[in-house]
């Protein structure tokens, strides 16, 4: 079995989840709270890479990290390297792919909050960064949690964008899905189905923790 | 110290217009129908709301002033503000919410005692009852040394026998404190037992012979009827 395949998307799924968690938090904070001119523009931004098919962002996220866009130009600055097919390029696919599924679920529990618990929080004295910290954050769990679920679910899952991005070279960019594609391409059912296999119980126990979660958060 | 405001801002229905003033050890008992601005007028005191115009003045600082383009965040005014529900954080408990701006931690202990709910500081807000944590609401309040007290209806949701006891321990408690308490209710019978002066609010604006109408006027007469009817029983109690 394609141990290392395994290994590089569970390594990738828990970076995408740790960066997102911290990034979505003051994006979802902005979308429940805040009131400012293009509010919905840019929420319907965020939830774009949902609505977009993988390979339409495979394409755009090629050209602009490709040493002549924007963001591969910079890199190649800074470092001498390129962004494509290494493993921080699909780690930044991955991150777009998956940014609607961290901001929604945190954005959702962070409206339920009672806006007159937080006027109480300035009122005692806390500053919006420190209300958000002290109230927001802790009030919201069980909708962080969720969030962080979805999160790794959807970036283990992640094919087409990161075989526009990534390619596929072993340990550094080949993943799971794409091992199982290309061990279905030249017939190796067998191998194929073991890595299959191994993502059942994985995805299954992550799902029963999404239960709980929502269960937990009902009063 | 003193706070002095006056205070025009406008709503759907009507105008907010209205000046006042409150000294230390002083508790002014604002009161009024429902929907009748009163919470909007205190949360203008809090800094939670902007008046269109007019100017909070509390001791020598200027909180408000709209001439002057002044205005302090709820944050630097230091008050303490207790309203029906939802003062309380629900993932703290009640000795964690009391403490939670307190100036001097080891002062929650001796108000828990004086609210008579030290033997519930570990449970968390859902688990005790409406009237305890109110008077969680109040310790926490309290223990920020505020310089103004501001109570919003702060017993309206509970059954008649615990408001009545509450509001007895807030008017023995009243002459401990040093900061002028505005206390908002629509209930005449509260007003005259707690106030020390009586602030009448309809429709946004001082009406000083509400209160004499209200007790004098029949049921299902005129507009203001139906706000008479619940002060009319409470005088029953």
Same mark, same amino acid.
């Given at each position: 079995?394609?141990?290392?395949?395994?290994?590089?998307?569970?390594?990738?799924?828990?970076?995408?989840?740790?960066?997102?968690?911290?990034?979505?938090?003051?994006?979802?904070?902005?979308?429940?709270?805040?009131?400012?001119?293009?509010?919905? *523009?840019?929420?319907?931004?965020?939830?774009?890479?949902?609505?977009?098919?993988?390979?339409?962002?495979?394409?755009?996220?090629?050209?602009?990290?490709?040493?002549?866009?924007?963001? $591969?130009? $910079?890199?190649?600055? *800074?470092?001498?390297?390129?962004?494509?097919?290494?493993?921080?390029?699909?780690?930044?696919?991955?991150?777009?792919?998956?940014?609607?599924?961290?901001?929604?679920?945190?954005?959702? !529990?962070?409206?339920?909050?009672?806006?007159?618990?937080? &006027?109480?929080?300035?009122?005692?004295?806390?500053?919006?960064?420190?209300?958000?910290?002290?109230?927001?954050?802790?009030?919201?769990?069980?909708?962080?949690? #969720?969030?962080?679920?979805?999160?790794?679910?959807?970036?283990?899952?992640?094919?087409?964008?990161?075989?526009?991005?990534? $390619?596929?070279?072993?340990? &550094?960019?080949?993943?799971?899905?794409? #091992?199982?594609?290309? !061990?279905?391409?030249?017939?190796?059912?067998? !191998?194929?189905?073991?890595?299959?296999?191994?993502?059942?119980?994985?995805?299954?126990?992550?799902?029963?923790?999404?239960?709980?979660?929502?269960?937990?958060?009902?009063? | 110290?003193?706070?002095?405001?006056?205070?025009?801002?406008?709503?759907?229905?009507?105008?907010?217009?209205?000046?006042?003033?409150?000294?230390? +050890?002083?508790?002014?008992?604002?009161?009024?129908?429902?929907?009748?601005?009163?919470?909007?007028?205190?949360?203008?005191?809090?800094?939670?709301?902007?008046?269109?115009?007019?100017?909070?003045?509390?001791?020598?600082?200027?909180?408000?002033?709209?001439?002057?383009?002044?205005?302090?965040?709820?944050?630097?005014?230091?008050? @303490?503000?207790?309203?029906?529900?939802?003062?309380?954080?629900?993932?703290?408990?009640?000795?964690?919410?009391?403490?939670?701006?307190?100036?001097?931690?080891?002062?929650?202990?001796?108000?828990?005692?004086?609210?008579?709910?030290?033997?519930?500081?570990?449970?968390?807000?859902?688990?005790?009852?409406?009237?305890?944590?109110?008077?969680?609401?109040?310790?926490?309040?309290?223990?920020?040394?505020?310089?103004?007290?501001?109570?919003?209806?702060?017993?309206?949701?509970?059954?008649?026998?615990?408001?009545?006891?509450?509001?007895?321990?807030? +008017?023995?408690?009243? @002459?401990?404190?040093?900061?002028?308490?505005?206390?908002?209710?629509?209930?005449?019978?509260?007003?005259?037992?707690?106030?020390?002066?009586?602030?009448?609010?309809?429709? @946004? +604006?001082?009406?000083?012979?509400?209160?004499?109408?209200?007790?004098?006027?029949?049921?299902?007469?005129?507009?203001?009827? +139906?706000?008479?009817?619940?002060?009319?029983?409470?005088?029953?109690?």
């Amino acid at each position: 079995m394609d141990y290392l395949a395994l290994y590089v998307t569970l390594k990738l799924a828990l970076v995408t989840t740790v960066v997102l968690m911290v990034m979505a938090a003051p994006i979802a904070y902005l979308l429940a709270y805040a009131r400012f001119p293009g509010k919905s *523009l840019l929420e319907a931004l965020v939830y774009l890479p949902m609505a977009l098919p993988p390979t339409v962002i495979g394409f755009y996220l090629i050209i602009v990290m490709s040493p002549k866009g924007l963001i $591969g130009r $910079g890199w190649e600055w *800074l470092t001498g390297g390129s962004l494509l097919f290494t493993f921080l390029g699909i780690t930044i696919a991955s991150i777009i792919y998956s940014i609607p599924f961290a901001v929604s679920p945190m954005k959702a !529990a962070f409206s339920k909050i009672d806006r007159r618990l937080l &006027e109480n929080a300035y009122v005692l004295g806390l500053s919006k960064r420190a209300t958000f910290l002290r109230v927001i954050i802790p009030n919201s769990l069980s909708g962080i949690a #969720a969030a962080a679920v979805l999160v790794f679910l959807h970036s283990m899952g992640a094919f087409g964008v990161l075989l526009m991005v990534g $390619g596929s070279i072993p340990g &550094e960019t080949k993943v799971a899905s794409i #091992a199982i594609y290309e !061990a279905v391409e030249t017939m190796n059912y067998q !191998a194929a189905g073991m890595i299959a296999l191994s993502f059942i119980p994985i995805s299954y126990a992550f799902l029963l923790l999404i239960n709980k979660l929502n269960e937990d958060s009902r009063p | 110290m003193t706070i002095a405001a006056s205070l025009k801002k406008r709503l759907k229905y009507f105008d907010v217009d209205v000046s006042f003033s409150c000294a230390s +050890k002083s508790m002014m008992v604002m009161i009024g129908p429902s929907g009748g601005g009163k919470t909007t007028i205190i949360r203008m005191l809090a800094g939670l709301e902007v008046p269109d115009e007019g100017r909070v003045i509390f001791g020598d600082e200027v909180w408000f002033d709209s001439t002057r383009r002044i205005h302090v965040t709820p944050q630097k005014r230091r008050l @303490g503000y207790v309203f029906q529900d939802y003062n309380l954080f629900p993932h703290l408990n009640l000795l964690d919410n009391a403490a939670f701006a307190a100036v001097d931690k080891k002062e929650v202990d001796g108000l828990f005692d004086l609210f008579k709910i030290s033997h519930l500081r570990k449970r968390k807000p859902h688990m005790v009852s409406g009237g305890e944590r109110q008077r969680c609401a109040m310790c926490q309040a309290l223990a920020r040394h505020p310089r103004l007290l501001l109570l919003d209806e702060p017993f309206s949701a509970l059954d008649v026998i615990t408001r009545r006891g509450l509001r007895e321990e807030l +008017k023995s408690l009243k @002459g401990s404190l040093s900061c002028p308490i505005i206390y908002v209710t629509h209930d005449i019978n509260e007003a005259l037992f707690l106030a020390d002066e009586i602030l009448p609010v309809v429709e @946004g +604006k001082n009406d000083d012979g509400w209160m004499q109408r209200t007790i004098t006027r029949e049921p299902g007469e005129g507009t203001t009827a +139906k706000g008479a009817r619940e002060p009319r029983l409470s005088l029953v109690y």
